[in-house]
């Protein structure tokens, strides 16, 4: 085992121990909170993103010690969440299994520039992470990442601009295009489109600088730098009907990850048809124990998946820890210049078009 190998060791205990004392005595510790054995920390940690500061909240698993390592799982919070949002199925699912688990605020809601996927927010989850493996014993080779909806959003957006980082990611109801995304609300008159334009500086069209904000802070232009990461994609069927994203948005990401595979994608026709749940399977839905809904559609490419499923606009916290605990890297991460250097975009703006 290398000297680096997972912050493990005499010298991890020690550092974790001075760095709880002193958070203590400095009082950035909010609170904490027991549940079932495991308990939550509520901290603020140094930013150099917009902020000073970011406040996160870290669960430790029942049986935490700092002399073996624990994978750790990046909780991002909804659309108009923020680091205090909780998810009691995942987080009871991730101690069940002993994992870590971080709760980043990224700017909280989506409804100002700093947040909704700007660069600021993405540097805060990775800060929020690089601080976790600093200061807890982390399996640097099982850090995981999922979100639901608006953190559907930025779990695509990262897998996308930093698809080293992780060993796998799990996406649920995600937002893949902001500017189809404002599109859609627009015409139904609905806030979130309000939120797009307050996050993005304007509507779609007003300018270079307003059509660049909506580009970069969308997951579809980065997604093909996501080949070699375990992605899991998923959307209820009846969202866009019942809930506020439509399932062309996983259909589209995936898309993107396909077509750099060399795999045939959706074709437009069978993204409109399943929108409008129009689209007869060519066999009956197949039921899925571990997700416990039927599965009306599931397509891979390589290490990507997408899976349309009988529901509506959420996610399913045991399938999400099902699949990524499946995963782990063969090398820890190491938060280095090129670890944390963003993806490029894989291609022009075609994508808000």
Not at 321 to 342: A, C, V
Request: hydrophobic share 35%; glycine share 8%; net charge neutral.
């Amino acid at each position: 085992m290398s000297r680096n190998h997972n912050c493990i060791g005499e010298r991890s205990r020690i550092r974790f121990q001075h760095w709880l004392l002193a958070f203590l005595v400095a009082g950035l510790v909010v609170g904490s909170s027991e549940a079932q054995s495991s308990k939550r920390i509520t901290l603020r940690i140094p930013s150099k993103a917009g902020a000073m500061f970011q406040p996160i909240a870290v669960t430790e698993p029942p049986g935490f010690e700092v002399t073996k390592t624990f994978p750790l799982l990046v909780s991002l919070h909804t659309w108009s969440g923020n680091w205090q949002q909780r998810n009691p199925e995942l987080e009871a699912a991730a101690s069940e299994r002993e994992w870590l688990v971080v709760q980043p605020n990224f700017h909280g809601p989506n409804r100002q520039p700093l947040a909704c996927g700007s660069h600021e927010a993405q540097i805060q989850i990775l800060e929020a992470v690089q601080w976790c493996c600093e200061h807890y014993p982390v399996d640097q080779r099982r850090i995981y990442l999922t979100g639901v909806s608006g953190g559907g959003h930025m779990t695509l957006l990262m897998a996308g601009r930093y698809p080293h980082v992780w060993a796998a990611a799990s996406a649920w109801v995600g937002i893949s295009d902001l500017k189809k995304w404002y599109q859609f609300h627009d015409a139904k008159g609905g806030r979130y489109a309000n939120d797009v334009v307050e996050s993005c500086g304007g509507r779609p069209g007003a300018s270079k600088a307003v059509d660049g904000e909506y580009f970069f802070r969308s997951p579809l232009p980065f997604l093909a730098a996501a080949t070699h990461l375990p992605l899991d994609i998923a959307a209820g069927i009846h969202d866009g009907h019942t809930g506020s994203v439509p399932v062309s948005h996983s259909l589209e990401a995936f898309n993107e990850i396909a077509r750099a595979n060399g795999d045939p994608g959706f074709t437009p026709k069978e993204i409109e048809a399943w929108c409008k749940r129009m689209l007869e399977p060519a066999h009956e839905p197949m039921d899925d124990p571990v997700w416990k809904r039927d599965v009306h559609l599931r397509r891979r490419s390589g290490e990507a998946r997408v899976t349309l499923f009988e529901g509506g606009h959420e996610g399913l916290a045991t399938a999400a820890i099902d699949f990524l605990s499946k995963h782990r890297k063969e090398q820890p991460t190491e938060f280095d210049k090129q670890t944390l250097s963003p993806s490029p975009a894989s291609g022009e703006m075609r994508h808000t078009k």
